[in-house]
């Protein structure tokens, strides 16, 4: 039944009704057609579908089953210059009812005839959800030189033969269910707006169920979902095949893929599948989004950010095939970095494996390990440089005849130590990608991770591998240590790593033992360029989601040598590290390393007694560990025999990163490691390190607002981007004293990028050759850095931007405060200041701070304006580093308890935030706060 075609009514929540408009064009039946559209209408003085001189159209093309509403938030805030064209295909939304079935081929015939209509002739950027992703890509392979752009969110293409349908999909098409839950019920309407995460308000579900009131007006969600072509004779099966087929024309083109990783229709095998078809897409995975990207994702907000970046403007619109875009020119020039941000050409690098194999340390230690389970005689295991680097090149053969190719990426389950320093020299020298994540994230926090990278293999220890099948991780499974034949069974372990080596010993044609430069053509690939890709490392997660950091080989090495330069190592130091990354830059260094015995992924697990045998068994003259695990050393320190004592007043540098350092704490430590400069390197998991303070320093700047960091180290340049009134990091990039702004670095050691995170990543690096930290605080007249907080943690006042670590600072130095955290409570621009505190003893529940407690607080900072003070039996903390507070956590529950929510409620047990990644898009894991 043909029904004509009609405006929304008002009312609909979040519509503008100035938008709609119908549209009139003969379809390909010679038909006369009308077309509901939502149009922004930004055509600066020209008549309604005239083109934009500045810019262009954005061209909106909806899935099944919604309309045109699920881009209102675009229409609303268009990218600057550009016009949005939201269009409701021909039976949907308020499009007219054709009373005709429009399988895939007529709807991409229907999509060219309604923009001629429109009178779109470039440039266009296509932005696409589910079914409008076909429909989108075949307007665009039909429109080649009108497009500037697309963007692709949880929709497919096709469906990969290792794995069936979506279950859901398959259900609906099931000739008993399908025209019950698509037609004569609105079952699967109301099931896919239920798919939003969060749910959407009930004002939302029922706009995108308005236009589909009846079934009649259903008839095409059945359509759509009858057009799916699940078997290979279906009518659209080739049709679809054919545009996938043709998807490198638009090798050209800017692509950017959003995700929603919770879809439980379009999973991440289907971004994959495109991945692979369109290599030059950007990609950026929303965690915590399903199906429903238009409502779970910031659409206008990603939009924002990559069409400046990645779409030309003006003449150049229009990019020609082949060629890939970037970020356009400006009128003003950023602050430009130095020599800093470049690293040594192909040629004159040294390979990260590379003192592995130098005939002088052959018989030096390089792995030390604590004595194994069991052993009476308590000695320490040890394997030389010779035998390291023999393992690690018969690993890397056994590896690639295991079917490891470079590029690849390994997921690296296993602690720190021997087994895992091989595995990671192995990958590097053949050319896979390392992927490594802290297990403190925990079950749920790997999950995410290894997801989002999507290794092909997966190297892990029994407690690894049981989660990898429980959890479904990514990843052909390869077993480190000994692996119980029921586990090998149960996970699908493949081979483990002692299998590798020996196979690849085989290979080579050389027993196990020392190797020093023999490595033969036949059984490795060549060696790496410096730029292929080497690691990725995720962040702690203490600030959202933890990121995916990927680093190429030329900056691993720049780290490298960063640290030598930092710190003079040389060929006598040898390195006892109580800090997970840094335990394995010693066979990178040539230096023998050792990490004691401790817990890793529990940093105060680490015992004074642990360290010096650890330090007696290297003879260590350098240790790096996190200020938790230093807190726990200093504690137990009495504990420590005459030898043990001995043995730590050999070592010459202590260094301890990850967070504050308090100045107490390393005085603590002077009797501990009585002839060590102790030092604090400041950075991130995205440059590490950035800068340097000693104690000596620290004692002589004395107290200020916030925590000093300390001077660049050589081959680092910092440089502030000044707040504005609303504390955003809007500023140009300056490095005068005094200014108070987002801490900007640029180093040959900076991180190549965020890891399927593009969005974050042209907001992190939008000054070319820069890397935003998230950190914020000022440079002081002599060039030193000061760390002031967060930028996610700055409070908001009717004021001005208020940062809390310099008002926490003088708060912990009151008595019995033992930790305290500054949160802003209200609104953006009116927050209020509110000061938590753990305190000793502890409260047995959250609560309202006695007036004694108030008065000392507003005394120690009385320039700030402080509404309330709150005191909790403890403060939640990151896992990695157990001392980054979770500010954002607790703004939420102070809030909840100055409206009398929660009060004298015990704490729960702290979780891994799960804040959004897009709301906070610019922050890694900081260093300073």
């Known amino acids: 039944m043909v029904t004509t075609a009609r405006l929304p009514p008002p009312g609909i929540e979040g519509l503008d009704p100035a938008w709609s408009r119908l549209v009139t064009a003969v379809d390909a039946d010679a038909v006369e057609r009308t077309w509901h559209v939502l149009d922004s209408e930004v055509t600066e003085g020209t008549g309604r579908g005239d083109e934009v001189a500045r810019g262009g159209t954005v061209l909106c093309v909806h899935g099944n089953p919604t309309w045109s509403y699920a881009f209102r938030e675009v229409l609303a805030a268009p990218p600057a210059g550009w016009r949005v064209v939201a269009v409701d295909h021909l039976d949907m939304g308020y499009s007219e009812r054709t009373g005709t079935h429009r399988p895939l081929a007529r709807r991409i015939d229907d999509l060219g005839r309604l923009t001629a209509a429109l009178g779109l002739s470039g440039p266009v950027v296509l932005l696409a959800h589910d079914w409008g992703g076909p429909i989108a890509l075949g307007w665009a392979l039909a429109h080649r030189d009108q497009v500037a752009g697309v963007v692709l969110t949880n929709t497919a293409v096709h469906q990969p033969e290792d794995a069936p349908a979506p279950s859901l999909i398959r259900s609906a098409r099931l000739p008993a269910m399908l025209e019950t839950v698509t037609v004569r019920t609105p079952a699967f309407l109301r099931g896919a707006t239920a798919l939003s995460r969060p749910s959407l308000p009930a004002a939302v579900r029922d706009a995108y169920a308005a236009p589909y009131a009846s079934a009649e007006r259903r008839a095409a969600i059945g359509g759509f979902v009858r057009d799916i072509p699940l078997e290979p004779d279906h009518p659209s099966a080739a049709v679809l095949d054919h545009l996938a087929g043709r998807l490198g024309e638009l090798a050209g083109v800017p692509v950017l893929l959003l995700w929603g990783p919770k879809d439980p229709v379009f999973s991440d095998r289907y971004l994959h599948d495109l991945e692979a078809r369109l290599p030059q897409a950007d990609v ?109 090149h018969a690993l890397a053969a056994g590896l690639h005849a295991h079917g490891v190719q470079p590029g690849d990426r390994v997921a690296c389950m296993v602690p720190p130590g021997r087994e895992l320093a091989v595995l990671l020299y192995a990958c590097w020298r053949l050319g896979a990608v390392v992927v490594v994540a802290d297990a403190g994230l925990g079950p749920k926090g790997l999950s995410r991770a290894l997801r989002s990278a999507a290794p092909q293999h997966l190297v892990g220890i029994p407690r690894a591998l049981a989660a990898a099948a429980a959890l479904r991780w990514p990843g052909r499974r390869i077993g480190a240590g000994e692996v119980p034949a029921a586990l090998r069974r149960s996970a699908s372990v493949e081979v483990t790593l002692d299998q590798l080596i020996e196979r690849g010993y085989r290979l080579i044609d050389h027993g196990p033992g020392p190797l020093a430069t023999h490595e033969p053509d036949d059984a490795l690939p060549p060696p790496p360029a410096a730029d292929a890709e080497a690691a990725i490392a995720f962040t702690s997660g203490s600030t959202g989601p933890a990121k995916g950091v990927v680093y190429r080989h030329r900056q691993l090495e720049a780290q490298r040598d960063a640290l030598r330069r930092a710190y003079a190592i040389g060929d006598d130091d040898r390195l006892v590290a109580a800090f997970a990354p840094f335990a394995l830059y010693g066979p990178a260094l040539g230096i023998t390393s050792m990490v004691p015995d401790m817990d890793v992924t529990a940093p105060a697990t680490l015992t004074a007694a ?320």
């Open 284 to 392: 950026h995975r929303v965690e915590g989004a399903s199906h429903l990207t238009p409502e779970d994702a910031d659409l206008a907000g990603a939009l924002h950010r990559w069409i400046p970046a990645r779409v030309p403007m003006g003449p150049d619109a229009l990019p020609s095939p082949g060629r890939r875009t970037g970020a356009p020119e400006t009128d003003t020039a950023p602050l430009a970095a130095g020599e800093a941000a470049t690293a040594p050409a192909d040629g004159q690098r040294t390979p990260l494996w590379a003192a592995l194999a130098e005939p002088h340390r052959a018989d030096t230690d390089a792995i030390v390990e604590p004595p194994a389970p069991g052993d009476e005689l308590r000695r320490p295991r040890r394997w030389t440089f010779g035998e390291l680097a023999g393992d690690v």
């Open 610 to 929: 642990a360290l010096a045998d650890a330090v007696a068994a290297t003879e260590a003259t350098l240790v790096f560990a996190s200020p938790a695990a230093l807190t726990n050393v200093a504690r137990t320190a009495e504990e420590l025999r005459g030898d043990q004592r001995t043995a730590l007043a050999g070592v010459r540098t202590l260094m301890s990163a990850g967070a504050p350092v308090p100045a107490a704490l390393l005085r603590r430590l002077a009797a501990v490691v009585p002839s060590a400069a102790a030092h604090t390197p400041y950075g991130m998991t995205e440059c590490l390190p950035v800068a340097d303070i000693d104690l000596t320093t620290i004692e002589a700047v004395g107290p200020g607002n916030g925590v000093c960091v300390g001077r660049t180290i050589p081959g680092v340049e910092v440089a502030i981007s000044p707040l504005d009134a609303n504390g955003a990091a809007t500023g140009a990039l300056v490095r005068e004293p005094g200014v108070t702004g987002e801490v900007c670095v640029a180093a040959p050691h900076v991180k190549d990028r965020y890891d399927r995170l593009a969005i974050t990543e042209l907001t992190s690096s939008r000054d070319p050759g820069w890397h935003r930290s998230g950190d914020v605080g000022p440079l002081d007249a002599n060039g030193r850095l000061w760390i002031e907080g967060r930028l996610a943690h700055l409070i908001s006042t009717a004021a001005g931007p208020v940062t809390p670590v310099g008002i926490e600072q003088r708060v912990e130095a009151i008595e019995h405060v033992a930790m305290a955290a500054a949160v802003g409570v209200g609104p953006i621009g009116t927050q209020q200041v509110v000061v938590v505190v753990a305190t000793d003893p502890a409260p047995g529940s959250r609560q309202l701070a006695p007036l004694t407690l108030v008065d000392r607080v507003r005394s120690a900072v009385p320039e700030v304006d402080i509404a309330a003070v709150l005191v909790v039996p403890k403060l939640p903390v990151d896992i990695r580093h157990q001392s980054k507070i979770d500010r954002a956590r607790l703004g939420r529950e102070a809030a909840e308890l100055l409206a009398g929510r929660g009060l004298g409620r015990r704490r729960r047990r702290p979780e891994a935030s799960v804040a959004d990644d897009n709301a906070d898009p610019n922050h890694g894991d900081g260093g300073g706060s």
